[in-house]
């Protein structure tokens, strides 16, 4: 496979094009932005770890047969992913109270949260991605009812199997944000990244936060808790 034109940069990844129409080249990037965007930081060999991680996480999700566009890894920092139409929402899931859970409810961080919560965000730099609920969605014709069914269950399939793998290495799954799209046969299946980019992951044994809280609080290096999760992975799901 061939590395064709630029699509787009984003704050993590840049997109580009391949040889062939299928697939899409994901770099990822050396870079940690917070705030949306308005704070921005070179961070050696980030790119690095998120795309491993992301590897694990999807091959591992994968093989349980959850629909993802993952198809391989390509070199250290970049992989190959089905194209895909992405649906302008953001899907959260909280396990825990962390975050703007916390600013917005003032609950004590760390409060089990059952049942587990989901959110949806508007995917819209502009307007800072707003919290929006299903009526919204299918108002603003975002995505069908029959959509956000699918959305919703493949969250509530996605959820349990990763809990469980993370706890496997001694890591609590607080809360992560998921995209979707529709593949070339117009069905819904899971995009983007899974790294801790996106997820909130406490070290169980230490209570270290291991993911980019680290860099949004400014409490230290990012990659030494990315490092801790890839190694674990690794141990856990091999070569
Ligand atoms: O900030 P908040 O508490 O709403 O974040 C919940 C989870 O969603 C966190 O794991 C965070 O990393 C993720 N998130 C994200 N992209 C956003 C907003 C939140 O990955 N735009």
């Known amino acids: 496979i ?6 787009t940069a984003g704050k993590a990844k840049a997109l580009y094009e391949t040889n062939n129409p ?3 080249w994901v770099h990822n990037l050396d870079q940690a932005t917070a705030l949306n965007g308005k704070r921005k930081e070179a961070v050696a060999d980030k790119a690095y770890y998120t795309n491993q991680i992301s590897r694990y996480l999807f091959e591992y999700l994968n093989q349980k047969g959850v629909p993802t566009h993952y198809v391989e890894a390509l070199n250290e920092t970049d992989s190959l992913v089905h194209r895909l139409t992405m649906l302008p929402i953001e899907v959260v899931t909280r396990n825990y109270a962390s975050g703007h859970f916390v600013s917005r409810f003032d609950v004590e961080p760390m ?4 049942p587990t919560v989901l959110e949806f965000y508007y995917k819209s730099d502009a307007l800072d991605d707003p919290f929006m609920n ?3 969605i299918l108002a603003l014709n975002l995505a069908s009812l029959e959509s956000i069914t699918r959305i919703k269950d493949l969250t509530h399939q996605i959820n349990p199997l990763l809990n469980q793998l993370f706890d496997e290495i001694g890591i609590t799954l607080v809360d992560f944000k998921l995209e979707f799209g529709r593949n070339t046969d117009d069905v819904i299946v899971l995009g983007d990244e899974l790294s801790p980019d996106n997820m909130r992951l406490v070290d169980q044994t230490t209570g270290d936060s291991l993911d980019k809280d680290v860099f949004r609080q ?3 290096d990012l990659t030494t808790g990315y490092a801790q999760v890839l190694t674990r992975l690794q141990a856990k799901l091999g070569e």
């Open 2 to 7: 061939e590395q064709g034109n630029l699509i």
């Open 22 to 24: 299928e697939y899409i």
């Open 111 to 114: 409060f089990p949260l059952e």
């Open 134 to 136: 299903d009526s919204q």
């Open 218 to 220: 400014q409490t230290g």
